[in-house]
């Protein structure tokens, strides 16, 4: 795919695609079909821990069969003994199958977790930029983080209570049959209840959930916009504005919570009585066949202490089936990502040539789509190799979308970027980042080590080449100081960094990319003053032998460029030296006076 073809169709959905329950259970199968060893393994451990499970229920009817039948106090010394030795070793045994159960569950569960994760990532690396943009961090991010942690607990937690508990009730139910079809039958009579509770229960939770999930998503990307552009809702008094787009987005979490939670306990009230009912006919249908001979005592017995066996696992599913279904809903927005229209090659390659390459913008028009109104309009600008250039202007002066289609993402309407003699339009989006690196404010940390994370722009890089590019961009000090230096976990569940060392990582990743080209828009916004100061020292350590486009949010950072161009409305009012600038008087200049008064 080309980056002219990479803007997005508008009929594109303005989310990442979801996939059916359907489709996520097939992509759960065939995994488990790559690794049938494990999975036969675990399947065998689960059935015969619920079979010892079920052991001691028809033992004591043989002791119920023994006293009705007047045995001696020898014959019913040595049956007691008998079930009492077979009760201990079904006991121990049981023990032993259920802890491999769990173990193998969770060794299967954390493999799918991992090839899920690992697809995810990858299929979230090659979307094209513009369909992120489209769809919004918020929704990316809620994907590769949120529910890989909610997948991660369901199958820490849910997923084997589920497995075990669905495999007991088989083993009961069959065991019910054994005793007499009859008993069997009178247990199924549950069944349909059961079903109804399940047909109106299923239906609805699974759309209910996942409008949970997306309303969380939402709710995120409203953080986002807000954090990432705090300084520009400050300047213009916004705060009313975003509060209540938080605040909104965290009522819908909120009430639909509440609705999850109303909906499950009418779910259980139906359980509850479908319990009633096949235990009602079981007394029922077990008296009469007493009566009739067609069944001793203690098989009458059984047969209520085996549906009634039936109420923990129900139980335990019904109390976990709440986070079965939130795992679900994320289960399926993870295969729905895998299912994206992905980039092919996520790697490129620059063309041979000098390590600089210079930039030229000529004519650079772009619209938005359903805009009649450009963003930019027939924009010039040089930059030279090696040289610098910083771009100002007020919120919606066009610094961003000047800054991504620089990089590659998206298509003007007229114009042309060139990097080198190469037009960026050309290329693929591999390509084009192999030779323009972007970098926002918007940095995320992966899960995983440090290394790990660093890799991502450099998977063959040795640890060394890792050191010297955190060293490069001042990171090293707190990294050696780590628990583990490279190989500390960090991301979710693991050691958090903060704003400033968050953005030192990425621009790390950014020295191991090597792209001759930088783009940074905004990239030091999120720290504070003093953690500004050394990230602004890092930036120009990062691009140093590049050529770099700077997006400034501070205009100390404006300063450091080589040239300096205004962008108002759109079009470039002004470009030149600080000092050129400064000693012209424009606008420009009543910037810098402004920012002077309020530092």
């Known amino acids: ?25 097939r992509w759960v199968v065939a995994h488990c079909r790559g690794t049938p060893w494990l999975t036969a393994a675990t399947v065998v451990t689960t059935v015969a821990g619920a079979a010892l499970q079920v052991l001691p229920v028809f033992l004591l009817g043989r002791v119920v069969d023994g006293v009705v039948a007047g045995a001696g106090s020898g014959e019913a010394r040595e049956l007691l003994v008998t079930v009492g030795v077979l009760l201990a070793v079904a006991l121990l045994l049981g023990t032993v199958a259920a802890a491999a159960s769990t173990y193998l569950i969770g060794r299967l569960g954390a493999d799918l977790l991992a090839r899920l994760r690992e697809g995810a990532v990858r299929a979230v690396l090659g979307l094209p930029s513009a369909r992120i943009e489209q769809v919004g961090h918020g929704d990316v991010l809620s994907r590769v983080g949120d529910d890989v942690a909610v997948v991660s607990k369901g199958i820490r937690t849910a997923v084997p209570t589920l497995f075990s508990a669905a495999v007991l009730v088989v083993i009961a139910t069959i065991g019910m049959f054994g005793l007499d079809w009859r008993l069997g039958l009178a247990g199924a009579g549950a069944l349909p209840a059961y079903a109804l509770a399940l047909r109106w229960y299923l239906p609805r939770s699974a759309p209910l959930y996942r409008r949970q999930r997306e309303a969380q998503a939402d709710r995120a990307q409203a953080f986002i916009s807000g954090l990432n552009g705090i300084e520009t809702v400050r300047a ?32 259980v009230g139906r359980e509850n009585r479908a319990e009633f009912v096949g235990l009602v006919l079981i007394i029922v249908v077990g008296y009469v066949l007493l009566e009739t001979g067609s069944v001793t005592l203690g098989e009458a017995s059984v047969a209520p202490l085996l549906f009634h066996r039936l109420f923990n696992p ?12 939130k795992s679900g809903a994320s289960l399926t927005r993870l295969v729905g990502v895998l299912g994206e229209a992905t980039q092919e090659r996520l790697a490129g390659s620059v063309p041979a040539g000098s390590g600089s390459y210079p930039v030229t913008v000529e004519g650079l028009t772009f619209t938005y789509p359903g805009s009649e109104r450009p963003v930019l309009k027939d924009v010039n600008l040089t930059i030279p190799a090696g040289g610098s250039l910083a771009l100002v202007g007020a919120t919606g002066a066009g610094k961003t979308t000047l800054a991504a289609l620089i990089a590659g993402i998206g298509t003007p309407q007229a114009g042309s970027v060139r990097v080198g003699d190469t037009p960026i339009s050309g290329l693929d989006e591999a390509d084009a980042r192999a030779l323009v690196s972007i970098l926002t404010q918007e940095t995320h940390v992966f899960s995983g080590t440090l290394a790990e994370d660093l890799r991502l722009a450099a998977p063959g890089a040795s640890d060394a080449e890792l050191m010297d590019a955190l060293r490069t961009v001042g990171a090293e000090p707190w990294v050696t100081a780590l628990p583990d230096g490279l190989d500390t976990l960090v991301g979710e569940g693991g050691e958090r960094l903060d704003g400033t060392k968050a953005a030192q990582l990425a621009l790390a990743r950014l020295v191991l990319g090597r792209a001759p080209v930088v ?38 950072q404006a300063m450091t460029a080589d040239r300096i161009a205004v962008l108002d409305a759109g079009q470039v009012v002004e470009e030149g030296t600080h000092e050129e600038l400064v000693a012209a008087g424009g606008r420009y200049a009543r910037l810098w006076r402004a920012w002077r008064e309020a530092g």
């Open 1 to 25: 795919m080309s980056a002219g073809t990479a803007s997005a169709p508008a009929s594109a959905p303005a989310i990442l695609r979801t996939a059916s329950a359907r489709e996520a259970a």
């Open 519 to 556: 783009v940074l828009d905004e990239s030091t916004a999120e720290a504070g003053s003093q953690g500004a100061a050394e990230l602004e020292r890092a930036v120009l350590a990062a691009c140093r032998g590049r050529t770099a486009l700077f997006v400034a949010h501070r205009l100390t």
């Open 236 to 267: 213009y008094r916004l705060e009313p504005l975003f509060r209540e787009r938080v605040a909104r987005e965290s009522w819908r979490v909120r009430d639909l919570g509440i609705e999850v939670f109303r909906f499950f306990g009418r779910f």
């Open 314 to 325: 129900l139980g335990s599913i019904m109390f976990t089936f709440d986070e079965a279904q």
